[in-house]
């Protein structure tokens, strides 16, 4: 297909350029960028004036695994949705059944160091499967530190999975908070070796728990420094929470002594997991400054009352989704907060995304609009547009170029070591992936809220994944599935 995207404002984080132009999209790829261009035989001609049109978003952190929640993201502007801090494990298998149900975004997973732990301190054989990893998160046999020999094995597994595609390593540190941080460099050095990132959500904090074996986002800086690898914090504003501050100075000290380290946040008060998970145990709310009633079951919307069934939900079903309120979006010093995070020097945009579900497992629809009655949290389907809100739209906090880099071009340049096809993306260069979002600068805005989180967002007027149309003129194609995978 031959495409000439006509007379938008065309902003090119890659090189800087921000200016009303014409984009030529030939065969999956950027093939000219410029005024006045010339339509060839058989090209389709797109007028977007008045249309922002740049590379569509790369998201970092997406738990979403399905065509549903792909789907709102799509209309979000994501282009790239990657399960990069959990990732799946075996990779291979992760990777084929993607690629056998379609994907209307193109995806990739990172080697899972928690389903790695499981599998040699648990025997539990991993199945490449979100709903397993959630289950699993709540049992403490994985948690513990590892023998030498335990390590060694469960390393291997790691290793293995880099050398067939994952993008790196994505380990959930804060699920296993009391492990030997030796164990997390010996991730770093395999990582460095392997010359691939790992994406980690950190321990705690000391503030919260001053028992902590070392503070989570120092342990990033040390290990970052002692090993040379590339290591990424994930969701820094749900960690950090009104330590936010404090973590942001750390990572920037990090970065001026040239360690790779960088950092995502996302543009809620509220978190979402698995209602089992180690900080989620009543005796641990208190330093979250949080209690039961801040937790609410996505399936059903009950509110835990107190901390008895707040005990009850975690060993009945510990593999629930929910949602935790950390900060009070109302509250213009929390609201504060979670702005600084976003405006820290080359923060990334991410998502964190959630599928969404139905009951009874139901975690997946080709159905357009969604099946009513799906829960899930609003930043699946609203992150990046609400991002776009607050921060280009309300406050001119960013340009347009910036907001592009922030969502963009610097999630995929984090992965140009580890996936060398990850460079085509994140910018609007020639022989650049035509992954191309067109959004109305006027009308971009999230819509979801915590009560009707699968409302899609609002703005994106056309989405380009490969050169396919995902969305055309408002609307998704319901039949496209041109999302291809991104491997290590």
């Known amino acids: 297909m031959q495409l000439l995207l006509r007379g938008g404002r065309v902003v090119d984080p890659g090189s800087g350029l921000d200016a009303t132009t014409d984009v030529l999209v030939r065969d999956g790829t950027v093939a000219m960028v410029g005024a006045g261009l010339a339509a060839p035989e058989g090209t389709t001609v797109l007028d977007v004036a008045g ?68 599998q040699v301190l648990l025997g539990v054989e991993p199945d490449a499967q979100l709903a397993s990893g959630l289950a699993l998160l709540g049992d403490p046999g994985w948690q513990r530190s590892s023998s030498p020999a335990e390590l060694s094995r469960w390393l291997m597994l790691l290793e293995r999975d880099l050398a067939d595609g994952a993008l790196g390593i994505g380990v959930l540190m804060g699920y296993a908070p009391r492990t030997e941080p030796a164990e997390f460099v010996a991730v770093a050095r395999l990582a460095a070796a392997a010359n691939a990132p790992t994406y980690t959500h950190v321990r705690e904090l000391v503030e919260a728990d001053p028992s902590t074996p070392i503070d989570g986002s120092e342990e990033i800086a040390i290990a970052a420094a002692e090993t040379g690898a590339a290591m990424h914090h994930c969701h820094v504003n749900s960690t950090s929470r009104r330590h936010v501050d404090r973590v942001l100075a750390l990572l920037e000290r990090a970065r001026d002594a040239g360690s790779r380290v960088t950092v995502e946040a996302y543009p ?67 609201q504060a907060l979670l702005r600084r995070a976003l405006a820290f020097p080359d923060s990334i945009v991410a998502s964190d995304a959630m599928p969404v579900l139905w009951g009874g497992g139901v975690m997946d629809s080709r159905a357009w ?52 096809a990850a460079r085509a993306k994140g910018h609007l260069g020639v022989g650049a992936d035509a992954d191309l979002v067109v959004l109305d600068p006027d009308r971009i805005a999230d819509t979801a809220t915590y009560r009707d989180p699968t409302r899609p967002s609002v703005g994106v007027r056309h989405l380009l994944v490969a050169g396919t149309f995902v969305v055309r003129d408002g609307e998704l194609q319901t039949e496209a599935y041109p999302g291809k995978p991104l491997r290590g």
């Open 369 to 420: 609009p969604l099946p009513p009655g799906g829960g899930t949290h609003p930043r699946t389907a609203g992150t990046f547009a609400k991002t776009l809100r607050w921060m280009v739209r309300e406050s001119g906090t960013w340009t347009w170029l910036e907001a592009f880099r922030r969502c963009a071009y610097l999630p995929a340049r984090v992965l140009d070591d580890v996936a060398p």
């Open 268 to 334: 809620y008060g509220a978190g979402s997991t698995a209602v089992g998970a180690f900080f989620l145990a009543p005796e641990r709310l208190l330093a979250w400054g949080i209690s039961p009633s801040n937790i609410v079951l996505v399936e059903t919307g009950e509110r835990i009352a107190d901390e008895a069934r707040l005990r009850e939900v975690r060993a009945g079903t510990p593999a629930a989704e929910c949602i935790i309120e950390f900060l009070d979006e109302r509250d213009p010093a929390d």
């Open 51 to 118: 249309m922002v049109v740049g590379p569509g978003f790369v998201d970092l952190h997406s738990h979403v695994h399905s065509i549903a929640g792909q789907r709102l993201q799509a209309l979000d502007g994501v282009t790239t949705a990657l399960d990069l801090e959990a990732g799946l494990m075996p990779i291979g298998r992760a990777y084929a059944e993607a690629a056998r149900d379609g994907r209307p975004l193109h995806y990739g997973f990172s080697a899972s160091w928690g389903a790695a732990r499981a």
